[in-house]
């Protein structure tokens, strides 16, 4: 269902319009979705879609697509993201066939008499080409999850305080079924699933596995949201999410949305979850990893803020547990105490090509939108050695708030580090597009 150039002209004529739009277009299409479609409430984040943040997400999304539409390999990546996501809460084709339908209603409402029927036409095509790319991919990943499909029940084995505040809490899980776990690339989330009294609708979140592979448990790391800004606690934005920037909360009747203070699963796991209790997750997934099977010789440089940690400790622990000899450098900010600074120390003190920085960040509570520090001079102070600048072949992982990556990738940037050496983990889908270029 390709677009010929006919097609392709006339839905970039009407992008600047539905842009203009687009926040009238996310009222439209998530309010007559979710009241007829109110099982659909299952999959989103119930903050996010009160403070108007989701229902703005996917208009995103199309219209970044449609205006590389001629050219989609720009959006690989983003596209990537979004499809390992949509794995994770396991969306389905049928779901694309109901997202489009209300979708192009909503720009029909905006556009009025300029949707006309070749417009409408165009833009149908347009929505389908990225819908099957999405789908297609989604495919693949199902399948690599082989057996496991869907939600898997899980027990807490263990949880344990990671910081003397105890505002960053591990959970140890292990399945209830008993079978063994699939493998996954260190890096990579979990979407948990979970039922929180007075809330109509389950709440979902995605949290980063925070230790190496093993085939009977998994490990996931926490962080308190204290409610001064949105619940990330090393979770994602859930599902068909591109985020933007949040618009005014005015939107919470988006689709009869129930009102959610911030850090409602944070919360609720920190407080009401303890050993014995059970949760769901899904299969891990995510495009944020390393390759453990490549014994490489190569620097790898690991940089990370708060509870960022998580993903960067699988990493590491997937290197030591494989023997890969690698130089290692551990650069890590925190507001109060390091979460595992004592587990990377130790692991320091056995690896000589191991090196560690530790410095203190005045991070905000919620350790992800906003930071205001001393880190600008702590992280232009480290040496070409400590970040194995000399190295034109050293690979850097970064995951933090989104000015700390920014300040970090710029700070490469100048140093000569080439875009495609550096990766990060970008927990907001489409706020956050990180360039080096």
């Not at 934005?237 to 005014?248: E, I, K, L, Q």
């Amino acid at each position: 269902m390709a677009l010929n150039y006919k097609e392709s002209k006339l839905v970039k004529d009407t992008i600047p319009a539905l842009r203009q739009h687009g926040e009238h277009i996310s009222t439209v299409f998530y309010k007559t979705m979710l009241r007829d479609h109110p099982e659909l409430h299952n999959y989103f984040n119930t903050v996010n879609m009160h403070t108007g943040k989701q229902p703005r997400a996917l208009t995103a999304l199309i219209l970044a697509f449609a205006s590389n539409i001629i050219n989609i390999s720009e959006l690989t990546p983003k596209l990537e993201r979004v499809a390992q996501k949509h794995a994770s809460l396991n969306i389905q084709p049928e779901q694309y066939e109901i997202v489009g339908k209300y979708l192009l209603r909503a720009f029909s409402a905006v556009l009025g008499p300029a949707m006309t029927p070749d417009v409408k036409l165009a833009w149908t095509k347009a929505y389908w080409v990225m819908a099957k790319m999405l789908t297609g991919r989604e495919a693949h990943i199902y399948r690599e999850f082989e057996s496991w499909k869907g939600w898997r029940k899980f027990m807490i084995y263990d949880k344990k305080n990671e910081t003397v505040e105890g505002n960053i809490v591990s959970f140890t899980l292990r399945p209830v079924d008993g079978q063994p776990l699939p493998t996954f690339m260190p890096g990579q989330y979990i979407t948990l699933r979970i039922t929180v009294p007075g809330m109509k609708y389950a709440q979902l979140r995605q949290y980063s596995l925070s230790d190496a592979p093993s085939y009977d448990h998994y490990r996931i790391t926490v962080k308190r949201d204290l409610g001064s800004n949105w619940d990330y606690a090393g979770s994602r934005d859930d599902a068909m999410t591109v985020s933007s920037a949040a618009s005014s909360a005015s939107d919470s009747s988006i689709g009869s949305v129930q009102p959610c203070r911030p850090g409602v699963v944070s919360n609720s796991l920190i407080d009401e979850f303890h050993v014995g209790d059970s949760i769901e997750l899904t299969h891990p997934s995510g495009s944020f990893v390393l390759n453990p099977s490549m014994d490489s010789s190569m620097p790898l440089v690991l940089i990370s803020a708060g509870v960022c940690v998580a993903p960067l400790l699988s990493m590491l622990n997937t290197v030591v547990d494989k023997r890969i000899s690698r130089p290692i450098s551990w650069i890590q900010a925190s507001r109060h105490d390091a979460p595992f600074q004592a587990h990377v120390e130790s692991i320091a003190k056995k690896l000589p090509n191991m090196k560690t920085k530790f410095f203190k960040s005045r991070l905000s509570d919620s350790d992800v939108l906003s930071y205001t520090s001393s880190f600008d001079n702590d992280f232009l102070s480290l040496t070409s050695e400590d970040l194995y600048l000399q190295n034109g072949s050293s690979e850097y992982y970064i995951c933090g708030p989104e000015k700390f990556m920014y300040q970090a990738a710029d700070h490469l940037r100048k140093n000569g580090v080439k875009p495609e050496r550096v990766q990060f983990e970008i927990f907001s889908v489409g706020s956050f597009e990180m360039k080096l270029d």
